[in-house]
Structure formats: C-alpha cells, structure tokens
C-alpha cells in the first residue's frame, strides 16, 4: 500500500531513541523527511544522517519554549509540519493515594502542556493547507490504569481527552488526530522499568519478564517496528476517515473490548 507521505513534512517528538525513533524510522521509509528530536544533538545527528531528507532539531521538551524552539527549526529546515507525532518521558510511579497539587500539576507539565505547545503552532498551517495528522503516543493506561503510575494515568487520561475533543474540531479541515496505546514494546525504557522491578523484588529480570509475558496473549514484548508500523499508517493519507480514535500496539493485553 503506498502511505501517500512522500515528502510531507514530519516532526517526531522525543525521536533519539525508543517509540519515537521507530515511529521516524517507519515514516523515512515511506518517503517522508523526518526531524528527528531529543536532547542528545549528537545522537540525533547521526541518525538523521542514516535517513533520506532526515534532520536532526536539538530539544528539551520540559523546557518552556521548548515545543515552540522545535516547531520553528524544523520549518527553517524542512518547511511547514505536515505530520506531527507527539512523544515525550514518562513521569515517575507513584500511588493515586499519595499525590499531591504537585503531581497534578507536574501531570499536566509533562504530559500535556509541550504536546498542546506543539499542536498549537502546527495546526493553523495544517488547517490553512487543509492536510494535517497529529499522532500522540499515549499509553495502554488511557484504556486500564496501570497500578503505582497515578501521574502518568491522570496526565495521559488528559491528554486523550484534549485530542478527542480537537479532533472533532478540525475534522472539516482534512486533519485527523488521533492516539496510539502501546502495552509493552521493547524500548530502553521497558528494558530499565523491568530491571528496576526486578532489583526491587528481589528477583530476576527473567522472572520479571516471565510474569509480564503471561498477561499478554501473543505471549511476547512488541518490536518497536511494529509500533513504527501502525503509527505510519496512522499518519497516512489512506487513514484520512480514521480520526479520534485511541488504537491499542499491545499485543491483546488490555482485555476489554
Ligand atoms: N515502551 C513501551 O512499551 C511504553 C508503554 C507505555 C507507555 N510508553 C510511553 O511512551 C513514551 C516513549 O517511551 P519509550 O519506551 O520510547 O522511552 P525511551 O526508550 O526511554 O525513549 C525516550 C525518548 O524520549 C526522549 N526524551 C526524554 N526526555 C526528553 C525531553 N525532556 N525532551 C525531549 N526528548 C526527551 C529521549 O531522548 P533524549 O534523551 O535524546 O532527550 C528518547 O528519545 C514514554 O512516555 C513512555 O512512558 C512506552
């Protein structure tokens, strides 16, 4: 199936490594030139110089001009942000019981408030040139909160219900938004929450592992290029009556339907 993306424009958030990364990965192949996006400028340099029309824009999401430092290089390099796919850190675990004003607030910090920086200066042009796809990549937690990530399932929860509501928006306009739910693919990030898991226990990493794989029916982690696979399709032009939607890459781990 051809993607129809060759040569929009795409910026992916936190795109050194990880979900980002294989997301950029998956939209280079089809042709679309890709800013690749993190605080590592090195790290992004050398792997937008292994992608076709790839850059690389240096970042730091947390900071507060950080989405907007990010959209206005990535325009002075590539042009106006035809696609652009929303990613960032997770925050630390914490129990529902033990949040304070604090976390709610560091919640919507982390997990909302650089995502709507990013939206709120590529969507005018996207709406203008009637051609836009916004892709967030959220978490299975959106659909089933996940026990002891209190912040991460108030922030993220937020955040679905923000683009929910755009996408009814800026539906006319020939924008989709949308979210894409990962249970567990195999990132750093996993490979270090399972690591963490395993020292607090006091078990093995492989123990820890073999636990998890038993909640998931394919009875494995997902490959990144799996995830890479479904977000470009995601942000494709044959997805254009696909919109609003929050699609789950797990692997059948959330149950329900
Ligand atoms: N992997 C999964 O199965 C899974 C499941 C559920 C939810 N998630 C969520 O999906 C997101 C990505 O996860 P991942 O597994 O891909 O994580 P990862 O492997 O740790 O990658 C994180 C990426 O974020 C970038 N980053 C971190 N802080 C940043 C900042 N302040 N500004 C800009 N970029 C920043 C990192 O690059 P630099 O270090 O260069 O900045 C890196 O490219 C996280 O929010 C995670 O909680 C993942």
Redesign the pocket.
Known sequence: MDLGIAGKTALV??????????VARALAAEGARVAI?????E??EKIAAQLPGAVAVE?????PD?AASAVERTEELLGPVDILVL?????KPGAAASMDAGDFTAALDL?VR?HHGLISKVLPGMRERRWGRVLA?????VVAPLPNLAV?NTG?AALAAYLKTLAAEVALDSVTVNLL??????????A?LDHAAAKRRGVTVTDIERESLKTIPVRR??N?EE?GATAAFLCSAPASYVTGVALRCDGGLIRSL
């Not at 990613?87 to 925050?91: A, K, S, W």
């Not at 990549?137 to 937690?141: H, K, R, V, Y």
């Open positions: 958030a936190a795109s050194t490594g990880g979900l980002g990364l294989a996006t993190g605080r590592r400028r790290l992004a970042v730091d999401l947390s900071a950080g990613n960032g850190p997770g925050p997990l650089p990549i959220g978490s299975s937690g991460s993220r739910l990962p249970g567990r693919i195999a990132t750093d990030r996993v270090e982690y997902g990144p995830f």
